[in-house]
Nanobody, 114 residues
Framework: QVQLVESGGGLVQPGGSLRLSCAASGIIFSNYAMGWYRQAPGKERELVAL???????HYADSVKGRFTISRDNTKNTVFLQMNSLQSEDTAIYYC????????WGQGTRVTVSS
């Protein structure tokens, strides 16, 4: 049974930074691509960033240059470093593993507000 547990969300001022973490269990973590998605109020869930099993990365245009996804296979954890946060980044952020079917965490809330 796959479990993904996110942490690190919170309230931050515009221009600030947060680092999200997602701890995985129940899978051979290093074998799977991992991703971060987000869902803002009233909007559909969208891809934020992906990292492959070989550490290749992909970012949504809206976060390129501000967010960095990384993984530590020794700790079965994927991270999302978010810098220069904007109000438009306010959302619930979900960790996902490219299992079949896809696995999801419960989400962590990020609020960017002054």
């Amino acid at each position: 049974q796959v479990q993904l547990v996110e942490s690190g969300g919170g309230l931050v001022q515009p221009g600030g930074s947060l680092r999200l973490s997602c701890a995985a269990s129940g899978i051979i973590f290093s074998n799977y691509a991992m991703g971060w998605y987000r869902q803002a109020p009233g909007k559909e869930r969208e891809l934020v960033a992906l990292i492959g099993s070989s550490d290749s990365t992909h970012y949504a245009d809206s976060v390129k240059g501000r967010f960095t996804i990384s993984r530590d296979n020794t700790k079965n954890t994927v991270f999302l470093q978010m810098n220069s946060l904007q109000s438009e980044d306010t959302a619930i952020y979900y960790c996902s593993a490219a299992t079949y079917p896809r696995s999801w965490g419960q989400g962590t809330r990020v609020t960017v507000s002054s």
